[in-house]
């Protein structure tokens, strides 16, 4: 039996495994939910909250800062509820979904580990495929507020990453090719892109939003590179879906503001929350 408290102190010692934390956070959420073993995670960003219900039957909800590991959410708009949600498919089949509605940004300056925790205990609870959300800013100017895009490749422009040690992770189709198909297969429309994340919290500069569009760049977001990186490493298939809440700094005329970003997400939601349980349904 794993110490649950001693694992909650621990996250931020170096001597602790972060993996020993998520595997307490796996055996206290299958211990509060009655279930366990969670088949796919979701990750609910900006404009995302909400969709839980969507996907199928809420078996418990667990206030997130209560879970080994996880802390309080600091940004308005995100929600720290950790929900099992039990899927009933067409086939008779039951999927296991583990949605997590807050997420540890690196701008929180809660570190790394925090970052990971997500990813990590839903790997540890048995997902094998993670759905990482989140809001964003678009350099495309087709893409208006509210357009969804699939992620097909990242920037990690943090210089950081959530890896400790000699840890040499692959990141070819770190977004998985398989589960970007089953998306198109519900909305052929749905644009891929490439998704820069910028440390934040402000947003960028219209110098720096130039400069990622010059290295590639079609999104530009505070999330998602990192927990994707050690979503991969934990073993996790990954498909990202992007909510383009504003035009990026410098793409249009009009200046940012989170405001502006939660009215995109709120306009957005009702249609969005049903392409991903729609999505979700098929994976
Ligand atoms: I919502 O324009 C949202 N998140 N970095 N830039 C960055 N993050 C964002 C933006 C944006 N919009």
Not at 28 to 45: K, N, Q, S
Not at 139 to 145: A, D, E, I, T, V
Not at 196 to 223: C, I, K, N, T, W
Request: glycine share 10%.
């Amino acid at each position: 039996m794993t110490d649950i408290t001693a694992a909650v102190r621990d996250l931020d010692d170096p001597a602790t495994d972060p993996f020993d934390v998520a595997r307490a956070a796996a055996a206290f959420i299958a211990d509060r939910t009655g279930v366990d073993h969670h088949d796919i995670a979701l990750v609910l960003g900006s404009g995302w909250g909400g969709a839980a219900e969507l996907l199928g039957q809420v078996v418990a909800e667990i206030p997130s800062d209560q879970i080994p590991g996880f802390t309080k959410p600091a940004v308005a708009g995100h929600v720290g509820v950790t929900r099992s949600i039990r899927i009933d498919r067409p086939d008779g089949s039951t999927r296991n979904a583990l949605v997590l509605g807050s997420r540890t940004h690196l701008y929180e300056g809660r570190g790394l580990r925090r970052v990971a925790h997500g990813v990590r205990t839903a790997a540890a609870t048995g997902c094998t495929t993670v759905v990482l959300t989140n809001g964003c800013g678009s350099l495309n100017r087709q893409w208006r507020p509210g357009q969804v895009v699939l992620l097909r490749d990242h920037i990690n422009l943090t210089a950081t990453s959530p890896l400790e040690g000699a840890t040499f992770v692959d990141l070819t189709d770190l977004y998985t090719p398989r589960l970007r198909a089953i998306a198109h297969s519900i909305d052929p429309s749905l644009p891929e892109g490439v998704y820069a994340q910028f440390r934040g919290p402000h947003y960028e500069s219209p110098a720096e939003v130039a400069m990622a569009g010059v290295m590639g760049a079609d999104l530009v977001g505070m999330s998602t590179t990192l927990e994707a990186i050690a979503a991969r490493h934990a073993g996790l298939d990954i498909l990202a879906l992007s909510l383009a809440t504003n035009l990026a700094a410098g793409v249009s005329d009009q200046p940012l503001s989170h405001e502006e970003v939660l009215d995109a997400g709120a306009t957005a939601g009702p249609r969005i929350r049903d392409l991903l349980a729609r999505i979700v349904a098929k994976i």
